[in-house]
């Protein structure tokens, strides 16, 4: 089933994102500490049967440790992501359980970004969208090309705003 099929009619899907990829740079250095410390260990323990059950021991530690320090951070940037639609804001993540928040364009009343300068050598940044009513404020960290979707999402609250103003005529 299509992203767009889950839709109501009417309104059509403009822009999929996941956080930038600069947040797994960390869980990588990690998952190559891990992985160098695991051949590490095993080249030092003498071969032999004696060796065995250290051997599988530290193969498993390395397993877990991969698993931690990579996995988790990959699955939880996988299944977080952000979708303009012509209509509002999408936001989901989870990766046992998935939660959600839907925020309407025509509520939305700001959006602007900022970069440091690592941020924009890497081309990602913080978007801050504000919103009426009891939501406020929405930070979204480490959004790709923030510049782009910033001047999208500006885009897509004015031309709702125009069709709404449409439909009360």
């Known amino acids: 089933m299509s992203m767009d099929s889950r839709l109501p009619p009417g309104e059509r899907s403009v ?25 590490a260990l095993l080249i030092v323990i003498p071969a032999g049967r004696e060796a065995g059950p250290g051997r599988i021991a530290v193969g498993v530690i390395a397993l877990v440790l991969a ?3 990579f996995g988790v951070p990959f699955l939880r940037w996988q299944t977080t992501t952000y979708r303009l639609t012509t209509r509002r804001l999408q936001l989901r993540n989870g990766i046992l359980t998935r939660s959600g928040r839907d925020f309407p364009l025509i509520r939305i009343s700001d959006a602007s970004f900022s970069q440091g300068p690592i941020d924009r050598l890497v081309g990602s940044g913080r ?11 929405l930070v979204l960290n480490q959004i790709p090309d923030v510049q782009q979707v910033q001047s999208t999402l500006f885009q897509l ?3 709702e705003q125009r069709r709404l103003s449409r439909e009360d005529r």
């Open 157 to 159: 609250v004015e031309d």
């Open 127 to 137: 978007l801050v969208v504000e919103s009426a009513g009891e939501h406020g404020q």
């Open 15 to 39: 822009l999929t994102l996941h956080p930038h990829w600069k947040i797994l740079l960390r869980p990588v250095l990690l998952l190559i500490v891990v992985i160098a410390a695991a051949v």
């Open 67 to 69: 698993v931690t320090a």
